[in-house]
Structure formats: structure tokens, C-alpha cells
């Protein structure tokens, strides 16, 4: 979910560390893809997680000679976790989520379709 900082941390002993867009998850093309979400939480308290995503195997296509986006990922203090599983955490751990990126359209070197324009 995407659940304001505020709230999570008003509500939970957590902190979030980071939140921002990774531009490097868009996938190439014409019009490149959307960004993914990196989303990084310390537990301040010991914790159970419990994880279910997807888009952890394949990157999302790209279309019309459009390249892939990036795939998504998540960690616990670095450390690669399946796209779904439960651990328990201890106070101190840093949860990382990376949301997988759009596809890109298009074909960068080509020249555009008529009616399309580069990206800004």
C-alpha cells in the first residue's frame, strides 16, 4: 500500500528511511516507462514480515521496440528476499521494496510514428 510517511510512522514503530523514485527502472524507448518505488523502513521494534509481490522474475515489456523496465526487488538489510515469504525481524532491520518499472514504447533511434513526439 501506499500509505503516507506520517501515518506509518505515527501508527507503528517504524521509520521511513527512503522514499523517491528510481529513474533507472524505466524502461528505454521513444516514450521511456514509468519509474518504480524504492521504499526503505527501519523497525524500531521486533517485527513479522510478511511479503507478497510480484513482477520479482520477469522485467515488465517494453512495446513497439520499446525496452523492458526494470524488475522489482525486495531486501532486508541488503539481502535479496523471494517475491513472497514471512520472516520474523529483528528491532534495527531496514526493509527494502523496489517496485518494478514501466516498459518503455518505441524505438529511440528509429524516427518517431507520425503523431508521436519525443518524450520531454
Known amino acids: 500500500l501506499n500509505t503516507p510517511i506520517e501515518a506509518l510512522e505515527l501508527e507503528y514503530p517504524m521509520r521511513v528511511e527512503r522514499y523517491e523514485l528510481d529513474p533507472a527502472t524505466s524502461g528505454p524507448g521513444l516514450h521511456p516507462g514509468g519509474a518504480g518505488l524504492v521504499r526503505s523502513i527501519r523497525v524500531l521494534e521486533p517485527a513479522t514480515l510478511s511479503l507478497l509481490t510480484d513482477r520479482r522474475r520477469h522485467a515488465p515489456p517494453g512495446a513497439a ?7 522489482g526487488r525486495n531486501e532486508v538489510d541488503g539481502a535479496a528476499l523471494a517475491p513472497k515469504t514471512s520472516l520474523e525481524l529483528t528491532a534495527g532491520a531496514v526493509v527494502t521494496i ?3 518499472g514501466g516498459g518503455g514504447w518505441g524505438n529511440r533511434e528509429a524516427s518517431p510514428p507520425p503523431g508521436a513526439t519525443a518524450p520531454r
Do not use: H, I, K, N
Request: proline content about 20%; charged content about 10%; overall charge positive.
Open 65 to 71: 521496440g520499446g525496452g523492458p523496465g526494470g524488475m
Open 98 to 100: 523496489r517496485t518494478p
